[in-house]
């Protein structure tokens, strides 16, 4: 007597048609996932250093600029590098404007001042925005990621 029509007789289904994956299948997809995510994680970690480095350097920039414009504005200003707490401090002759900016929180860059052991140094802006200084190198870095900023004597700062 054959089954009725439009009805399956589920007791002859065979594995091969069950929906899903066996627990072979799943084990070798995540082994090739966890290959070619080991393979990229390298060139990733170093895009990051790269990042970071950068992100640090033009903080550095942007507050030479705000420094500047902070000197024009109030006859004069300066801003302090601390390389042993990771921060440039940015204040105007008349106490008007002092910010802090935190470079090795989240960046976790190392600063060195003039590849010397300097922990500080202070870049001096007159009322015209100029620079008082003599040249001034800050050098960033992490892991393999090197970066930095050179200071005219003039304070006009050129990334490298």
């Given at each position: ?5 439009g ?8 594995n ?33 250093d790269?990042?970071?480095v ?14 500047r414009a ?33 470079l ?35 050098s ?8 930095g ?12």
């Open positions: 007597m054959a089954a009725p029509r009805r399956r007789n589920h007791a002859h289904m065979k091969s048609e069950r929906p899903g994956f066996t627990l072979l299948e799943l084990t070798c997809a995540l082994a090739l996932i966890g290959i070619i995510l080991g393979i990229a994680a390298p060139p990733f970690s170093s895009a990051r790269i990042l970071a950068r992100a640090a350097r033009d903080a550095i920039v942007a507050a030479s600029a705000r420094a902070s000197a024009i504005h109030h006859g004069g200003a300066d801003m302090q590098i601390d390389a042993a707490a990771g921060t440039v401090r940015i204040t105007s002759r008349d106490r008007v404007i002092d910010e802090s900016v935190a090795t929180g989240m960046l976790a860059v190392l600063i060195q001042l003039d590849g010397t052991q300097a922990t500080s140094a202070t870049l001096v802006y007159d009322g015209l925005g100029l620079g008082r200084v003599a040249s001034r190198t800050i960033l870095r992490r892991r393999g990621a090197v970066g900023v050179t200071f005219s004597s003039y304070g006009r700062p050129r990334v490298w």
